[in-house]
């Protein structure tokens, strides 16, 4: 599972490849590019010696497959500033959905959209998961609400707010949306726990944006992410292992935004 050597077939001997990554280097004896002995050691399989490689000579397997497309060696010219902030912008928390399910196939793009996203050390640990049974959804819900009422300080505020949405919805935590979609670490090091946190916000962020781009309406469930610290019985509810984890609702918007709402630049310290 990782980067196996060079295909001397291949290579042009350019040397681009020792600029992605100490792992190469050029033998001057045998006058060309060399990759270290045992790479699998150190290899964080990044993938970034097989993106610069012109002639395609980085032999590698198990770690999925590279892509080629028109672009993709200037990504500017995929799409515009204009046009991604436009995208960005128009990205709001859905929280009405239809009822009907969105096809496996539309999942798995959203998925794979995930799957691009970059993780810390490009360990890549963490595990996605789905729920679109309502029933279990009910008793999901139920136990983060029960857990979310039972922390001080919160309950009062959270307690009258779901009191409300509650007459509309079956699982208001969920919005009655067809899918929640559950990404968690396996990892339980202290000591990485903000960047596992941040690993799964990017993660989150990929599928949501790519939801977006599929005609999905998407909302962050926080409040799974705050029940489970007092309530580890939801990890067993959402088929999640690890301490830290992150939620999204998916589905098809029954909502239409006609604007993007108002959101104000922040002085930035240090920009003239
Ligand atoms: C980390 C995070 C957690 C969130 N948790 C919840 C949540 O539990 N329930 C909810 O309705 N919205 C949740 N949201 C959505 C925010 O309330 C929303 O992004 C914010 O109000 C701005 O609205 P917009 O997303 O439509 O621009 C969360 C957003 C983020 C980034």
Not at 132 to 161: G, H, T, W
């Amino acid at each position: 599972m990782s980067i196996l050597g060079i295909d001397y077939e291949k290579c042009s001997n350019c040397g681009l490849c020792l600029t992605t990554c100490i792992l190469y280097r050029k033998d001057r004896d045998q006058n060309k590019v060399i990759l270290v002995d045992n790479p699998r050691f150190y290899c964080n399989q990044c993938g970034q010696c097989i993106a610069v490689c012109p002639e395609d000579a980085i032999l590698y397997e198990g770690i999925g497959e590279a892509l080629t497309y028109e672009g993709v060696e200037k990504p500017e010219t995929i799409t515009s500033y204009d046009t991604i902030y436009k995208f960005l912008s128009a990205n709001r928390s859905v929280r009405l959905y239809k009822s009907k399910k969105v096809p496996p196939d539309t999942l798995k793009k959203v998925f794979e959209a995930m799957s691009r996203a970059p993780t810390a050390d490009n360990k890549r640990l963490e595990r996605f998961s789905i729920l679109s049974d309502r029933d279990k959804m009910k008793i999901l819900n139920d136990a983060v609400l029960e857990a979310i009422y039972s922390i001080p300080k919160r309950n009062k505020r959270f307690e009258e707010m779901f009191r409300l949405i509650s007459r509309a919805f079956q699982s208001p935590v969920y919005f009655d949306a067809p899918h929640v979609i559950f990404v968690d670490s396996p990892e339980n090091f202290p000591e990485d726990a903000e960047m596992q946190a941040n690993n799964i916000g990017i993660i989150i962020t990929y599928g949501r944006l790519a939801a977006q781009a599929l005609g999905l309406g998407t909302c962050w469930n926080g409040w799974t992410q705050i029940a489970i610290r007092s309530n580890p019985k939801i990890k067993e509810l959402a088929n999640i292992r690890g301490d830290i984890m992150g939620a999204f609702t998916i589905g098809y918007p029954a909502i239409r935004f006609n604007r993007s709402p108002p959101r104000y630049l922040k002085p930035i310290d240090g920009l003239e």
